[in-house]
Structures are given as structure tokens and as C-alpha cells.
């Protein structure tokens, strides 16, 4: 772009523009794992990621000032919220289980469905979204943050301004949420050299979880990017419950509906990616799961089916739901009561003991 079309392009939109006021923050990540991608336009400072600390606990964020970001992502929870299918204001249920925030800064894409490529675009929408937090817009929350004096002093100190808009908070609810990573497991000390941090039964589970059971087709796993998921999505076959998919798939790809909207209807919402993608391979395919912490954040899958990691070893022994559009990968694995145990052994061993409690590493 043209240097004056550029400074132009800011002047008119200067709530759009960071100016990075304070102390920058670098994210404490063990050696060899990969940065997450960090916007430009958002560098993370510790003035930055409090005030985002602030927002996403605040319940004023929701229209009746019952519900925070941390009431379906909880730090004791392990910011996730235990229940099968998420619980917004007035007790409404929504359409899909609520995934851990942790290490949600690594993945490529946001929501089961993939719908938002960014945590800064992924924090607008449950928001606005009328089963979870439903305020009527954002302009209607930036109103009321306005009107917080020690908002205004907080935007005033990070952003340069004291003009509140939905980027600036959705930025510093971002930072906030960068912040969340947790490595420290029994399972990173194996890795690293230590052959007795995991159990026999752990190992044997690590060594089926690469072979025999094929969890790490898409459960990827290497030491620059120890995050247990290749960003993708598969169809294996949790969504398929004697639904029409066919008809739906056409009422929403007709509908001209965005993704949002379809995501939370409780039928069109179990097509995942093909709302954002509307190619008939990807109805019912979900975002591979990271795997980190996953024996605090039971129930499992997009729509909480399955209760226990038992239960969940069972279903991928059965070879999924089938399906026309079931994942090639998925298939029955013919797994012994020991060799299902030691699996699960293995995924309890990616527990970090070092859970950042109220959601922040940073004092
Ligand atoms: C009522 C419960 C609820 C509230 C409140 C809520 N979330 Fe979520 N969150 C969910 C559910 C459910 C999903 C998955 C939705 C989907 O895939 O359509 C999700 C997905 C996410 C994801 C994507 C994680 C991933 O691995 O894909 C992030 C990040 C996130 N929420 C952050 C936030 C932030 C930030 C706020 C506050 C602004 C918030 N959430 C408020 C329930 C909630
Ligand atoms: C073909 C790709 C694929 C294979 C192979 C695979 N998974 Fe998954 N896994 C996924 C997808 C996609 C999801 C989310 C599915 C959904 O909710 O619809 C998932 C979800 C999970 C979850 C739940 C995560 C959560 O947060 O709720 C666990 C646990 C899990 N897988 C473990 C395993 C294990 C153990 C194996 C091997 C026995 C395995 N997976 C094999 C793709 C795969």
C-alpha cells in the first residue's frame, strides 16, 4: 500500500490502530515448542492482558450480568465447564460442548465447527450470541463498558484512548486468553529424557496411541507442536444420529444463513465444518480436539456424548458411528481390555501440574 493511502487509512480509523502502551510479555514456552501467531496489530503487554483478565471474568459482559466468558471456561473446570452441552443466560442451553481455552492460542482455527480464524474473532461472537451471553449487539456492550469509569481509565492506560470499541475489547480478551498455556505434564518429562515420569501402563498407551489404535493420524504430535491435533476436521461419526444430514445440508446451504447463526440451531449446528465450508466432505466433521488436560474437561465431543476417556477408547473401538461420511482413518481397532486401559492411562498422563489457577500466568 501507498505510505500516505496508509496513514490516511489510520487516521480515519484510529480506534483501529494499537499503539503498544507498556510492557511487552513474552510467553513463557518450554524450548523447541513453536510461537503461537501473534496479530500484529495486538502485541501482548502485561497492561494488555490484565485488562482482559478483567473482561473475561466480569459478568457484565452478558445482558443480564449472570454470565462471564470464565462461567463456560473455568479455571477449576479446567476452563472448560463440565456440562455436556453449554448453559448461557436465563439457564438457555446452546448446541455444543464447551472446549478448554487453554492452548486455544495454538490452534489454527477457533469453535468445533472452525468458523472463526482468530481468538479476536472468536470472542465477538458468543457475546452477542442469544444462548450464551446474549447482549443485543456489540454496540449495546460497548455502551456499557463506556459507562464503567474504571473501563475508561483501563482502555485510556493500554489503548491511548478512551473511545471503548468491540476490536479494542476483543483484543485485550485475546492477549488475555494467549496467555493460557500450560506444558509441565508427566508426559512432557518422558518425552524429554525422563523414562520413569509416565507409568508402564502410560508408556504401552503412547506406543498404541501411535500404532494399533491410530489416534495420532489426526491427534498429531511432534515437540515444536505438542498440542495432539492436526487442525483439521473428520467425520467420525458423533453427529450421526438418525439425522437427515442430506436435506439439512441443503436447507442451510439455501439458507444463505452465516455460519454463526447455523452453528447455534441444535439441528444444522451438527453439520460442523460443512457451515463453513459447504462442501458436502465436510458434514458432520469436527476439529480434531487437542488432547492437553483432557482428563479434566469430561464430558467429551463437539456434543458432550461421551461421559468418561473410557468410554470415549470404547467409540473409536467400535470403529466410530457409521456413516457415508465416516473418516477413512476411523475403523474398528479390535483393542484388549489392557490395551484400552493403557490408552487411557496415556491421556491421563497430559495433565500439566502447573494449571494456571485463576487463569493467568502473568502477577
Ligand atoms: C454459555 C457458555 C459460553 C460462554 C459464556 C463463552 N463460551 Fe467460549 N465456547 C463455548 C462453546 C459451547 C464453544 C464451542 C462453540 C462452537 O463450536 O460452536 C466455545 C468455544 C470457545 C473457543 C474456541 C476454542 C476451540 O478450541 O475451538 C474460545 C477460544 C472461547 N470459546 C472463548 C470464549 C470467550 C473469550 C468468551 C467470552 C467473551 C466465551 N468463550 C464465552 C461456551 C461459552
Ligand atoms: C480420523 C481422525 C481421528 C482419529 C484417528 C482419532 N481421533 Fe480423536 N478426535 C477426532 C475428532 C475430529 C474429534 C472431535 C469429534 C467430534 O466431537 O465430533 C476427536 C475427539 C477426541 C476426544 C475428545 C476431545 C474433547 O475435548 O472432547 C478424545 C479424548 C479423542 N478424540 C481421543 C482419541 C483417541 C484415544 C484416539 C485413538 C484411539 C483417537 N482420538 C483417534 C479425530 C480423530
Redesign the pocket.
Known amino acids: 500500500m501507498h505510505v500516505a493511502a496508509f496513514c490516511v487509512f489510520y487516521l480515519l480509523q484510529p480506534s483501529a490502530f494499537s499503539d503498544p502502551k507498556g510492557d511487552s510479555y513474552h510467553l513463557p514456552l518450554p524450548s523447541g515448542v513453536l510461537e503461537p501467531i501473534i496479530p500484529e496489530d495486538n502485541p501482548l503487554t502485561m497492561e494488555k492482558i490484565a485488562l482482559g483478565k478483567e473482561l473475561f471474568f466480569d459478568k457484565r459482559l452478558s445482558a443480564d450480568d449472570t454470565v462471564s466468558c470464565a462461567t463456560c471456561h473455568d479455571p477449576e473446570k479446567g476452563f472448560a465447564d463440565g456440562k455436556a452441552i453449554a448453559v448461557g443466560i436465563k439457564e438457555r442451553k446452546g448446541t455444543r460442548?464447551s472446549?478448554?481455552v487453554l492452548n486455544a492460542a495454538f490452534f489454527d482455527t477457533q469453535f468445533?465447527d472452525g468458523r472463526a480464524m482468530t481468538l479476536e474473532e472468536q470472542a465477538k461472537q458468543p457475546i452477542i450470541n442469544p444462548k450464551e451471553m446474549g447482549m443485543p449487539s456489540h454496540d449495546a456492550l460497548v455502551e456499557k463498558i463506556s459507562g464503567i469509569p474504571e473501563y475508561k481509565t483501563a482502555f485510556q492506560a493500554v489503548f491511548g484512548t478512551e473511545k471503548i470499541t468491540i476490536d479494542l475489547i476483543v483484543m485485550a480478551i485475546a492477549s488475555f486468553e494467549r496467555t493460557l498455556i500450560t506444558f509441565n505434564t508427566p508426559f512432557d518429562r518422558f518425552i524429554a529424557g525422563k523414562g520413569d515420569a509416565i507409568s508402564a501402563s502410560a508408556q504401552r498407551g503412547w506406543k498404541l496411541?501411535q500404532g494399533k489404535?491410530?489416534?495420532v493420524?489426526?491427534?498429531e504430535f511432534n515437540v515444536s507442536y505438542p498440542f495432539f491435533t492436526n487442525n483439521k476436521?473428520?467425520n467420525?461419526g458423533?453427529?450421526m444420529k438418525g439425522k437427515d444430514f442430506e436435506s439439512l445440508a441443503r436447507k442451510a446451504a439455501g439458507s444463505g444463513a452465516d455460519p454463526s447463526a447455523l452453528a447455534q440451531e441444535e439441528a444444522s449446528s451438527e453439520l460442523?465444518h460443512y457451515l463453513v465450508t459447504k462442501e458436502p466432505k465436510d458434514i458432520?466433521?469436527?476439529?480434531?480436539?487437542g488432547?492437553r488436560n483432557?482428563a479434566l474437561?469430561a464430558?467429551?465431543?463437539?456434543?458432550g456424548s461421551?461421559l468418561t476417556?473410557e468410554s470415549?477408547?470404547e467409540f473409536?473401538?467400535k470403529g466410530g458411528i457409521p456413516n457415508p461420511n465416516l473418516?477413512g482413518?476411523?475403523r474398528p481397532?479390535n483393542l484388549t481390555e489392557d490395551e484400552k486401559k493403557d490408552?487411557v492411562e496415556f491421556?491421563k498422563s497430559l495433565t500439566s501440574d502447573d494449571l494456571p489457577e485463576s487463569g493467568i500466568t502473568v502477577k
Open positions: 460442548n472446549p478448554t468445533w496411541f489404535a491410530r489416534c493420524t489426526c491427534h476436521f473428520h467420525v458423533v453427529a460442523g458432520g466433521a469436527f476439529k480434531t480436539s488432547l483432557i474437561t464430558p467429551y465431543m463437539h456434543d461421551e476417556l470415549v477408547v473409536y473401538d473418516d482413518g476411523i481397532l490408552l491421556m
